[in-house]
């Protein structure tokens, strides 16, 4: 993989760069984010500089010294630790150890100012080229104290919307520098490569300070250094307050000249010799016996340097250098911390990399139609199904001499091990298990996945009469799978209902954990019914169900469900049905989790089955999709029915009345619950009293009855009322005809 973008770098610089590849840091963006939340960043930054301003006094004694003294009288070398946290969804983003290895060796090169590269800077500044003198190091010992490698993995759909919230697990940022390494930007970052923190705001934000860059920039250039920069108090050569190329600026630091900054050229002559704010720069100094002196600095923007957008990144500058090493010694963030004995010893950054155990893991596949599609975490499918999983090994943190695979369910147990992918298919119904042991020549670590797999049984249920009210006792064959094995899952919950029996199941989307772990958008969970045999059977059939939802205060929600069929034993899935907006979060906001206390806080669905869809053996899958200011969804009395719920629960009172379609502007339908004997009257009237239509009839007893009133009967557009009259009990809804 390195070799291979040394390669496309090198391809690209002889075409004469395409600036399209490249992307920016969101740095500053977010910079302003947070100074309009935390003012305070503001007089943080500016004890900063005052701080740099005094220790210039102390170590330069004058102004010819600043070429060399700064540099050379400051010989110390400090070692950092840092963690690279990969977040991934097992695709692209789920770099290799090796990968990871090799790309921290690159950056520590760059603060070692070995990176080669300087010998391509452009005469006017190669006596400002500045050496860190910083050892980066992957630690060796976790904040548990336990021995690692520096690199750690987290699996998460935030992988590809992410931005602060993506950045898991960090690890006290006083010890290590967190990188995290992501598939793909959310909304806050878009277009961006990586962004990072500076001092004064890591201060306020302790929890988000580090590194989070594109898996495709975690070795690209010097993404990672200039990021690294940040993190150590570097601005952009042109400041920060605009976007490069737009007007003059500086950051603070003398010996880069003011510049507009580059956009992605490469090392073009017109960003190398770019002389549009520099033209004459020079700075005053006062000496130590009192006089003034005078330094001329190149006139030519440093587009050579590593905090540019060029992309001909070769050098930092010695000002940059004492200014990363200021904020490497300064309180501000506790960077001073991270360079104590104290703390390398702790992290074990300066003990080599520990030779340590696999963590076993795998990914798995599901084969639709000769090809294996990766949509989700785990996965449905009827036993004996012609399609069939292919087990991927994702293990790390070694490397592997053996891999073993055990698996349920009827399942063939692999005759030879495999390192790379196993293909397997079940012939018993349940949650399949499959059992991976991860073996090196440092030990070995066993992964026992109780859900991987749910089998279903390819008997269809009878629909006729089934009814479902999510007692745990009677779902044996409702599996539910939580993807990301996160706090947003369906889940059975006894405490509300609303057919009375006080169980029902429940979505949480209610973020318990208050946002630390990211926002819920991209994330999906689901819910399934066994296969129903609705094979040969005609007019309307509906799937009812009840469901209660809410959301917190603020405004956008974002929660919807989707209801999906399956007619291949969950091969392939469409979606028949769905609830999004007020439909599904029919309550008004709560602060505190949700949980519905009354009959009237659940609205009903009914969703009429396609045709195509009433098959021997039909699944039904419910896929609800948190949003970001979600709070919890209830699902309760799920049954098959010729009627629509809305109208005609199985406990609806006689005379109970639903028009359907209302507005109706070919003819309406009447629905509606008989009595004990069966008989009802049935009257419309128009808008001024008038009975236009009157039918007296008899019915099956205590059943579901239905009429048509045809367009003839309402000839004129407007408001009628239709009033159905049982046992002398009168019901009258309003049709509105157009
Ligand atoms: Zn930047």
């Not at 943080?44 to 220790?55: A, P, R, T, V, Y």
């Not at 929890?207 to 108090?233: Q, R, S």
């Not at 991209?522 to 009840?546: E, K, R, S, V």
């Not at 009322?721 to 509105?736: D, H, P, R, W």
């Amino acid at each position: 993989m390195l070799k291979k973008i040394g390669i496309t770098l090198i391809s690209i610089l002889s075409l004469g760069f395409s600036a399209s590849a490249q992307k920016p840091c969101a740095t500053d963006t977010k910079y302003w984010e947070m100074v309009k939340k935390y003012p305070g960043i503001l007089d943080l930054e500016k004890q900063f500089e005052d701080q740099i301003g005094s220790n210039i006094e102390k170590t330069a004694a004058g102004a010819a010294a600043r070429t060399t003294a700064i540099s050379a009288s400051d010989t110390t070398i400090f070692d950092i630790p840092m963690v690279v946290h990969i977040v991934h969804d097992y695709s692209v983003e789920n770099l290799s150890d090796d990968v990871i290895y090799e790309a921290a060796q690159y950056w520590a090169t760059v603060y070692m100012c070995q990176n080669t590269d300087t010998s391509g800077v452009i005469n006017p500044f190669k006596k400002w080229v500045g050496n860190p003198r910083m050892r980066l190091h992957l630690a060796t010992i976790d904040p548990n104290g336990k021995p690692t490698k520096g690199v750690v993995r987290h699996m998460s759909y935030l992988t590809t919307v992410a931005d602060d919230g993506a950045k898991f697990d960090p690890w006290p940022q006083n010890k290590y520098v967190n990188i995290w390494v992501i598939r793909t930007f959310g909304a806050s970052a878009t277009g961006a490569a990586a962004y990072a923190y500076l001092p004064g705001m890591a201060a306020y934000q302790p929890y988000y300070d580090g590194v989070i860059v594109l898996y495709d920039y975690a070795n690209y250039a010097k993404t990672v250094p200039h990021e690294i920069g940040h993190v150590l108090n570097l601005q952009h050569p042109w400041g920060n307050t605009n976007n490069p190329a737009v007007a003059c600026g500086d950051d603070h630091v003398d010996d880069t000249p003011p510049t507009k900054g580059h956009n992605p050229v490469g090392c073009v002559a017109s960003a190398l010799y770019d002389t549009a704010c520099a033209t004459g720069y020079l700075k005053h100094y006062r000496t130590a016996s009192g006089g003034d002196s005078l330094v001329d600095y190149p006139d030519t923007a440093n587009s050579q340097n590593i905090m540019d957008y060029t992309y001909c990144q070769e050098m930092f500058t010695k000002g940059q250098c004492f200014r990363m090493r200021t904020a490497l010694t300064s309180t501000t963030a506790g960077r001073n911390n991270l360079i104590t004995a104290a703390n390398l010893s702790a992290t074990g950054a300066l003990a080599p990399m520990p030779d340590l155990p696999p963590v076993a893991d795998y990914i798995m596949n599901r084969g639709t139609g000769g090809s294996f599609v990766s949509d989700d975490r785990s996965y449905f499918l009827t036993l004996n199904n012609s399609n069939s999983f292919l087990f991927r090994n994702t293990s790390w943190n070694d490397t592997l001499s053996d891999v073993q695979w055990t698996f349920s369910n009827g399942a063939s147990t692999p005759s030879v091990s495999s390192l790379t992918t196993v293909i397997n298919r079940f012939t018993v119904p349940g949650y399949v298990t499959v059992t991976e042991v991860a073996i090196s020549n440092a030990g070995s670590d066993t992964l026992v996945n109780t859900q991987a797999v749910y089998v279903a049984d390819t008997a269809g249920v009878s629909p006729w009469g089934y009814v479902q009210n999510f007692d745990p006792a009677n779902c044996g064959n409702w599996p539910m799978f939580n993807y990301y094995r996160n706090n947003f899952k369906w889940d059975f919950y006894s405490g509300a209902s609303a057919d009375g029996d006080g169980k029902c199941m429940r979505y949480r989307s209610f973020d318990t954990t208050d946002k630390t772990v990211g926002t819920a958008l991209g994330d999906h969970d689901d819910l399934f019914t066994p296969g129903f045999n609705l094979a040969g059977i005609t007019g309307n059939y509906y799937l009812n169900f009840y469901t209660s939802g809410c959301r917190i205060p603020g405004s956008g929600t974002t929660d919807s469900m989707e209801i999906d069929a399956s007619t291949n034993g969950g091969a392939q899935w469409t979606r028949i049905g769905g609830a999004s907006g007020t439909s599904l979060i029919n309550n008004t906001y709560s602060s505190l989790e949700f949980v519905p206390t009354s009959a009237s806080q659940w609205v009903a669905h009914a969703i009429n089955i396609p045709t195509a869809y009433r098959t021997a053996n039909t699944f039904f899958r419910f896929r609800y999709w948190p949003g970001d200011i979600g709070n919890n969804c209830y699902l309760d009395n799920f049954y098959t029915y010729q009627f629509p719920a809305e109208v005609l629960a199985p406990t609806a009172a006689a005379g109970s009345l639903k028009l359907s379609p209302n507005p109706a502007t070919n003819g309406c339908n009447i629905l509606f619950k008989t009595g004990y004997d069966g008989s009802a009257t049935i009257m419309v009237k128009d808008i001024t009293g008038r009975v236009v239509y009157q039918l007296h009839n008899s019915y099956a007893p205590d059943a579901i009855a239905e009429e048509t009133i045809d367009r003839s009967v309402t000839p004129v557009a407007g408001i009628y009322l239709v009033t159905v009259i049982i046992n002398g009990k009168a019901s009258t809804e309003k049709l509105v005809v157009y």
